[in-house]
């Protein structure tokens, strides 16, 4: 009659071989697959890892196996049961901890200027809407002029100067684009007449547009008497270029 601690033992080693995996696939089977497979193509060869996943493509084609660690857990007395490790955790605890936990929706950044949601931009809508951004800035570049009369701090004066010219240049362009798309319009507005009256429109070239653009803004700077300085700094920045080309 055998003893409650050999039959335990018998148990255990019956347990060891059961958990052993066996290789149904022969080096035979291993190499005519490879040479079946040899002239696919790297993009081809990772296609079909992905379809087989990659522990069946490793066994099969590459004949490598995952080494299962054997755990030998062992008793510190015949008469008492063998101590799992706390390491591992129990699988239904777990699915039981994973159902509790509250799923968070991750939230994605939104911007509306690429958002077909949002609509269409319309320039028009959007210059109305917000004309009076143009009021604030000039009226913002009137406090900060009456500021710098009064302010007495070197470093203040700067900031001030700085910011004045920066609104001043903000205002200049908005006017500029402004004056640019009433042009426009009237060039537009010309053509759609003369059509309408049965004549032929006259398109104007980019070269003419520039050169009547660059004859208004001389007007504009003769009228605010700042001509003559616009030309001794427009001469400077040409003498400042040849000298560059000369050392080139």
Do not use: W
Not at 183 to 191: G, H, L, R, T, W
Not at 201 to 206: H, W
Not at 216 to 231: F, M, R, T, V
Not at 233 to 241: E, I, T
Request: aromatic share 4%; charged share 45%; glycine share 2%.
């Amino acid at each position: 009659m055998n003893s409650p601690s050999n039959s335990e033992n018998e148990s255990d080693v019956e347990s060891a071989h059961s958990d052993e995996d066996q290789n149904d696939i022969t080096e035979d089977d291993r190499q005519n697959i490879r040479s079946k497979i040899s002239g696919l193509s790297f993009e081809d060869l990772l296609k079909m890892k992905e379809e087989m996943g990659a522990k069946l493509y490793n066994e099969t084609v590459l004949g490598v196996k995952k080494k299962k660690i054997k755990t030998d857990y062992k008793r510190a007395n015949k008469n008492r049961p063998r101590e799992l490790s706390s390491k591992i955790r129990p699988k239904i605890l777990k699915r039981e901890l994973n159902q509790n936990v509250p799923t968070v929706k991750k939230s994605r950044p939104r911007d509306p200027r690429f958002d077909p949601l949002c609509g269409q931009f319309d320039a028009k809508t959007f210059k109305s809407d917000y004309k009076f951004v143009h009021d604030i800035r000039i009226k913002e570049k009137k406090q900060l002029e009456k500021e710098l009369k009064s302010c007495t701090d070197p470093i203040r004066q700067q900031q001030i100067k700085k910011l004045i010219q920066r609104i001043g240049n903000q205002i200049r362009d908005q006017e500029k684009n402004e004056k640019e798309e009433q042009q426009k319009y009237e060039e537009k507005k010309e053509i759609k007449e003369k059509l309408k009256q049965g004549e032929k429109p006259v398109y104007k070239k980019k070269s003419v547009k520039k050169l009547e653009t660059l004859i208004e803004k001389y007007n504009e700077l003769k009228k605010s008497n700042k001509l003559q300085k616009h030309i001794e700094k427009r001469s400077k920045k040409l003498s400042a270029k040849e000298k560059r080309k000369m050392k080139e």
